[in-house]
């Protein structure tokens, strides 16, 4: 089971995160050799606040009955379905980037916040995910998702210097997102069930 939590954990966080991935590397194309610890340390900060909300309604919600938290996985479903909805809607949206690297990088608090901003549909997984897993799963969870940030760092300034692989994340991420939160909702739909 050890080993197996470790690859769901490592799934999960890249699969909840891939549009970080991607936000990373406009951060850190902005962004000039010293200034990258600041796109670090605010992705740091933002996630863990991630974390903190999740662990606490995780906790929350272990105090409802043990029948109803199956149904925790509507959420991650419903998210999914809205991200899917989303990007049908927005689907002949022209976007557009003028590629110009900013003069200032941004500071830690202003990519924590947009980390944390955009950590909706992390916290409406991870809640019911950690919910099921007990203190001990979380924690190896949390432990799996910190390793993760570092290497979403490292992957977003890899990017942030490749703007074919930039450009294609932008035009597939939000098609893989919803996918993969309903596939989320439905396995602890369905897991939940089944026990």
Request: charged share 10%; with cysteine.
């Amino acid at each position: 089971m050890g080993l197996s939590l470790l690859g769901q954990a490592a799934g999960m966080f890249a699969v909840t995160n891939i549009d970080d991935l991607l936000i990373l590397a406009v951060f850190f194309g902005r962004a000039t050799g010293a200034r990258a610890w600041r796109i670090v340390a605010g992705q740091y900060l933002g996630f863990l606040g991630i974390l903190v909300v999740s662990v606490v309604g995780a906790l929350g919600a272990g105090l409802l009955p043990e029948a109803l938290i199956p149904y925790l996985g509507l959420l991650p479903l419903f998210l999914g379905l809205r991200a899917g909805w989303s990007a049908w809607r927005t689907r002949h949206d022209d976007e557009s980037a003028d590629g110009e690297p900013s003069e200032k990088a941004p500071g830690p608090l202003q990519v924590a916040a947009v980390t944390f901003a955009n950590g909706g549909d992390n916290i409406g997984v991870y809640v019911p995910v950690f919910t099921v897993a007990g203190p001990g799963g979380m924690t190896i969870y949390a432990g799996v998702f910190l390793v993760g940030v570092a290497l979403w760092c490292a992957a977003g300034w890899f990017l942030a210097t490749r703007p074919p692989v930039a450009r294609a994340l932008s035009r597939w991420g939000h098609v893989v997102l919803p996918v993969v939160l309903m596939g989320i909702g439905l396995i602890i739909l369905l897991e939940g069930l089944a026990g």
